[in-house]
């Protein structure tokens, strides 16, 4: 068994809508990033390179690279599997949590999940997704950014 944690945060500014675990949510900001911005994949990405000691999506998507400008996030998650794979390994479970002033996504974790899940190649029973806001605190409770922090468990296969 091996465990991994991740983190990841972006800037938020006025816009149409962001990308969340997969999901889009109409809402009245965007995600500031080099590519969709989603966060939530990205803590799930490092969760998982974490668990397998395989660096980081910063070492191995570099955010000035430009066949990552504006990719979509499932796709990192995508290539993350493929390493934790390749290492010997399967997802056990994930769990996740969005901090975030802004946008509220409860009516999106189930979405969520489901895309994760199928992310994973787990069932969706094997994936949480929760958010909390930051009780109007800092940065993140002004809604200038957002964050999320994931928990992975693999088993060797
Ligand atoms: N971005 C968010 C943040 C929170 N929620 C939901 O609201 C509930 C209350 O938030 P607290 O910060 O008071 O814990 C929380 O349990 C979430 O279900 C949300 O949907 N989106
Ligand atoms: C995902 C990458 C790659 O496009 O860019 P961003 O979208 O800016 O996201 P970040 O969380 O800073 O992580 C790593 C990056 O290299």
Known sequence: MRIGHGFDSHRLEAGDGVQLGGVHIPCAYRIVAHSDGDAIIHALC???????????????????????K??????????VMRRVRAAGYQVVNADLTLIAQAPR?????????????A???????????????????DAIGRKEGLAAHAVVLLSAT
Do not use: W, Y
């Open 70 to 79: 504006g990719i979509d996030s499932r796709r990192l998650l995508d290539e």
């Open 105 to 117: 996504v409860s009516a999106h974790t189930a979405a969520m999940c489901e895309q994760l899940a």
């Open 119 to 137: 992310g994973l190649g787990v069932a969706v029973e094997d994936v949480n997704v929760k958010a909390t806001t930051n009780e109007g605190m």
């Open 46 to 68: 490092d969760a998982l390179l974490g668990a397998i000691r395989g660096g980081d999506i910063g070492k191995l998507f570099p955010d000035n690279d430009p066949q990552f």
